[in-house]
């Protein structure tokens, strides 16, 4: 009577737990990386969509020397935050924001359909430029552009 080795049966074991193990080490990999693909992905189609309903409309500027003044209104459905100003390529400081009859602090949000006047500290500026050229940054990243003569 012949008996057959065991080594190859013992190998053969470790072997397909090797490759078990493996897999299930790659496997739990891959739905981790999937998971936060996902996330990410669909945290910026939001942040995509309510980029696009976002819109600012500058309507007026008036200049005053050390301190100007943007007419804004949001025609836009979603809350618009104002980051950053920028008049001729130079960032100013947002000193307030008012709405209406009452100042507010330039951390204010605009609502749908609400129309405010954005106080600037315009001192940076050395020359009464004949054009100011405004970009406006919200906090989505979206920038708005408008060129105004200066009178």
């Known amino acids: 009577m012949?008996?057959?080795?065991?080594a190859s049966v013992i190998s053969g074991l470790i072997l397909t737990g090797c490759v078990i193990a493996t897999w299930t080490i790659v496997l739990a990999w891959g739905r981790v990386q999937l998971d936060y693909m996902h996330r990410t992905v669909y945290e910026e189609i939001v942040k995509g969509?309510?980029?696009l309903e976002e819109?600012?409309?500058l309507e007026d500027f008036f200049y005053n020397g050390s301190e100007s003044v943007?007419?804004?209104k949001n025609v836009g459905v979603n809350l618009i935050h104002i980051e950053r100003v920028f008049?001729?390529?130079t960032e100013c400081e947002i000193l307030r924001i008012v709405k209406g009859?009452?100042?507010s602090s330039p951390d204010v949000e605009i609502r749908p359909n609400e129309e405010v006047l954005v106080v600037l500290d315009t001192s940076s500026l050395t020359n009464k430029p004949v054009f100011i050229h405004v970009r406006i940054i919200t906090s989505r990243g979206v920038s708005y552009y408008?060129?105004?003569?200066?009178?």
């Open 49 to 51: 969509r309510e980029a």
């Open 87 to 89: 008049l001729n390529e």
């Open 101 to 103: 009859s009452s100042i």
């Open 55 to 57: 819109r600012l409309l």
């Open 146 to 151: 408008a060129t105004f003569k200066i009178p």
């Open 2 to 6: 012949r008996t057959r080795g065991q």
């Open 70 to 72: 943007i007419f804004v």
